[in-house]
């Protein structure tokens, strides 16, 4: 090569997949240059504090950030930049300062960003996504603070039970009939509501936010029906949107996120498969054989990691041998998709895809205290919830994980 | 051997650890996570992996 250093593999996105997938591919072998290209200035963090006990507290770096391995001690970590651009031809990407970076081989991982209501740019509007955001939003939650959460799913309702333990006077405004309803349907949903207003959350359902006042500071939310709700914070959770305009013009399958196979490389909207691109985390739609050959985007928390692995093993592979890579592809995946939510006393934790359920029914314990529900589809489970019960839950997690036949409970 | 801290403090025993290293992480009957402090090197990869997946970031391996 005369003396020509070989391209690096380059992964944009420096959070939780992006970290999974360079141990993983120094795990299975590959130790050549790597490169991870990450748009905030933080090296990778657990996000899911930052809606609860983090947010709580205060709020660092240190008190999130994952710990470095070893293996990835001479990882490149280029912080602060943007990628806006790739060529899949020449395989290159291109940074927000017009640098062109050649890969050998590139890892989506780019993730979601907070979608934001279509209304006045008003300071007091917040996200919860990021560190920066979790930082700035800290600063406002204080005793008495009139606190509007628009939307009802986990993060609304997370830092809906955050905010009142902090003292602030809080109301959830959401479409919704319920919170947390598409995921967990209503039986669960209804308890939520319940506890959530015994303590003190006011909610607003079956309503959107359709103005603010304010002028250097936010005032007032007013609702569809004409309520003026008094808002000195207004918090957005109603759900994300993919980093994905970067690869505008590719070829790449991106109707929702980017499509990948089951071996987590991407895949061109005329069918084609890309062994030298792979796509992890929250942006990859992938088949999942745990429950069926569709490909889904799931934003549960275990999903980097696991498809993060997933990708570095099998590109490891295509960079060590063709029969490495042969076997590689061969091997299963089924990662079994799990989350938790913690919210005042109430410490969720699921199992599988609940979202999928056509039926729902009390496996163990009472609603009103702790319980465990099972979520099914046609005779099989897809998915359990436990509601406190943690030790309980854990046999239900290896019925689905073989197929969900086994309906009846089990201890 | 490898060494093993769980941050008790930091831990809401959620048990997807014992799925990873169930040789060294269990939930007992009051849903509380019990571990053993030290292990064979070859239980280094299951607890590599029950760090990656604990909720709370609570595991180390003490090097």
Avoid at chain 1, 20 to 47: D, F, Q, S, W
Wanted: proline share 6%; aromatic share 6%; with cysteine.
């Amino acid at each position: 090569m005369d003396g020509v250093a070989p391209p690096p593999v380059i992964i944009v996105g420096a959070a939780m997949g992006g970290l999974r997938t360079a141990e993983g591919l120094r795990k299975g072998g590959y130790m050549g240059p790597l490169t991870v290209i990450g748009e905030e200035p933080h090296a990778p963090y657990n996000r899911p504090p930052l809606s609860k006990d983090v947010l709580a507290g205060v709020v660092t770096h240190e008190s999130v950030a994952f710990p470095q391995r070893a293996s990835t001690a001479d990882v490149e970590w280029m912080l602060g930049a943007r990628v806006v651009a790739i060529d899949l031809t020449a395989r290159t990407v291109t940074t927000d300062d017009e640098v062109v970076h050649p890969y050998a081989a590139l890892v989506i991982a780019t993730g979601l960003r907070p979608r934001r209501l279509d209304l006045p740019d008003i300071p007091g509007r917040h996200t919860v996504r990021t560190l920066d955001d979790a930082i700035a939003l800290r600063d406002e939650l204080v005793p008495g603070a009139h606190v509007v959460i628009v939307g009802s799913g986990f993060i609304g309702c997370e830092v809906a039970a955050t905010a009142r333990k902090l003292g602030c006077e809080v109301t959830v405004v959401s479409p919704s009939a319920l919170p947390i309803v598409r995921p967990l349907g209503s039986l669960l949903a209804a308890e939520i509501l319940a506890r959530q207003e015994a303590h003190g959350v006011a909610f607003r359902l079956g309503h959107t936010v359709t103005g603010l006042v304010g002028g250097a500071r936010l005032h007032e939310v007013v609702l569809d029906d004409g309520t003026v709700l008094p808002s000195d914070v207004l918090i957005e959770a109603i759900g994300s949107d993919c980093n994905s305009e970067w690869l505008a013009g590719a070829g790449l399958d991106c109707s929702d996120g980017v499509l990948a196979d089951a071996a987590m490389r991407a895949v061109s909207v005329d069918g084609s498969v890309h062994d030298d691109v792979y796509v992890v985390g929250d942006i990859a739609r992938f088949p999942n054989a745990m429950f069926d050959d569709v490909p889904r985007r799931v934003e549960h928390w275990n999903i980097p990691t696991d498809t993060g692995k997933r990708a570095g093993f099998v590109l490891a592979a295509w960079l060590n041998s063709p029969e490495a890579f042969s076997d590689a592809v061969q091997t299963p995946f089924a990662p079994m998709p799990a989350f938790w939510s913690n919210q005042f006393e109430m410490a969720l934790q699921a199992y599988g895809l609940p979202g999928l359920a056509d039926g729902i029914r009390l496996l163990q314990g009472s609603l009103t205290s702790e319980a465990v529900v099972g979520y099914y589809r046609g005779d099989r489970m897809v998915g359990v919830v436990g509601l406190g019960m943690k030790a309980a839950l854990l046999p239900y997690r290896k019925v689905i994980a073989e197929g969900g036949l086994s309906v009846s409970p089990v201890t | 051997m490898i060494k093993i801290e769980v941050d008790m403090a930091l831990c809401q025993h959620y048990g997807q650890c014992v799925f990873e290293a169930p040789n060294i992480f269990t939930l007992n009957d009051d849903d509380k996570l019990e571990y053993v402090a030290s292990a064979n090197d070859s239980e280094r990869d299951n607890v590599e992996s029950a760090v990656d997946v604990c909720p709370m970031q609570a595991i180390r391996i003490v090097e």
